[in-house]
């Protein structure tokens, strides 16, 4: 058996540890670019939203390279990627490929489902290993989020322009190779230290922006246009909504793990959107609210086009916006979507963050470009 | 002389602002883009050199519009700045207490929602470019007008005829066939402009506040049937600023001008007009490093490589100093 599974930024390293660490065969699709979205555009729905054109593509690129066992996450509405999974199987059948896909349903009540499953793809039946396996995929999941904040704290400020991001490649890969927890602890030491050793600008004031809205946008880079790093190069620290251990714990978990907070800040969404409308359309605006309330300077909000959950969001934006004075931006995503249009809002998005600084008197100087 | 000057390479024109030092009008160009942003900008340097010889000295330089890394590269710019901070600069300079601009150019449309001298709100169109300059353009040549009598002619109407505006495809079709149904051709075009306003409100202007003191610019503000129209549709007054044409270079000229003050050390990256001289040309080729496939854009000057884009690793873009 060769397992595969669909792109979301980083999941891919704890994902090919858990299924190696259990010793089964992993092809991790190519990471995504042009080819998988042509790819998966040319055999999608025009209309279904751009995470289903992407994963297709991803899929279509593994099977080629010889997988033929599918692990897709599934889901309950009212957002239609819990469908995704049916659909996809369903267009690879036409398209001739012989697959196997195991569609992972969150557990809530229905953790020996999932358990059935990861036996079955595993073909064991050891609680232990499958628990340590789990154990250090989980701990890289956490360690890669820790990394992920602290690129975005100091890329704002690094003095050599892209050095933060050649030590976050090269970490990723320490992480990915690493084999047992020991040896993880002592890439983490190695990580930090040269994470601390990257030269940062004193004098320059960066500016705070949270990134909330539908997930697949906010952690794919590749969809996302890689809106961290372009907001870190316009001196923008950039804190996300959702971060990827989160995402594994909301999603195959058992709920009695969540932790309280989650409720607390959907209490934040109460006033604008009282019910669950899917994916994370409720968190977004609890996090616009969270965000003001704790001194960011402004919010982007992402979604791919059509994306129902984050319409509905959407329609909220402009009163949380108005209600907590802090600036939003939606941006809307789809293979469309042209970067230089993208660079021009992000730059005038920033650019009226910084006047409105100015303007409170707590902002000096209007910076080199 | 002292001065600034600001270039907005605009998909359809490219305008040059020179202003002096209490930020006056000097000399304003709007050249058509055609295509050819290298040779627009070469030919608007050459202009004002002509035009005012060795009586001016340039002490800044701001560069704006889709094209404003590629100018910068070229004229050697201080500040490059995108267009809704360009254009609200300009407008903020002329009219301290705008709370709203509507500018639409060739190409694009933006909304810029203004409080008490700040920026609070932007939009720019997503999905479609009907209303925009190149459409009307396209259409006055169609019906056989010249692109400056389209407003005199659509403010005629007594009995605008309505034109689905969603869609530009749509909405030329939906014209011809009102043509052939005998429509007079004043009415048909009242019918366009207020379909486009329309467009523009329900797309771009989508849910943001409409207040007064409302500035129209960008190249159709020219055309006074949209003016009117949109003077109808949200029933306060519209004002077009002097400059309306060449606000995005003005702008820049101007956050020029600002910046240099802050930096009173800093001395300009202005190349000289000589640069409208050398040989600058722009090569592209397919990047084979990964399936992304990306088109890297190499800049010469007189055949020397002096700025490369397009990548997204930044394999290429980083490998050279500019």
Redesign the interface.
Known sequence: MKVTFPHMGNLYIPLKTFFETLEVEVIVPPPCSKKTLELGCKYSPEFACLPLKITLGNFIEALNMGADTIIMAGGIGPCRFGYYAEVQREILKDLGYKFNMIVLEPPKGHLLDIMKKVFHITNKKNIKEIYSAAKLAWEKALLLDRLDKMVNSIRPVELMKGETDRVYKQAKQQISMAKTEQELTSVQQQIFKRMSKIKKAKDKVPIKIGLVGEIYTILEPFVNLNIERQLGELGVIVERGIYISEWIRDNLFPSFLNPKEHIELLNLAEPYIRCFVGGHGRESIAQIVKYSKEGFDGVIHLLPLTCMPEIVAKSAVPLVSKDHNIPVMTLVLDEHSAETGVRTRLEAFVDLIRHRKEETGNYALLPRN | MRCYLGIDVGSVSTNFALIDEDGQMLKKLYIRTAGKPIEAITNGLKMIQENFKDNIEIMGVGTTG?GRKLAAVIVGA????????AHAAACIAEYPNVQTILEIGGQDSKIIILR???????A?N?VCAAGTGSFLDRQAQRLGIPIEQFGDIALRSKNPTRIAGRCAVFAESDMIHKQQMGYKVEDILKGLCQALVRNYLANVAK?KEIKPPVVFQGGVAANSGIKKAFEEELGVDIIVPKYFDVMGALGAAI?AK??MS??KYIKTKFLGFEAALREHTAESFECQG????CEIIQIYEDKKLIARWGD?C?RWS?SIAV
């Open positions: 889709s201080d500040v490059v700045k995108n267009e809704i901070t008490n001298g700040v920026v609070v709100d932007f720019m997503t849910g956050l600002k910046f802050q930096n990964c399936p992304n496939l997204r930044g980083e």
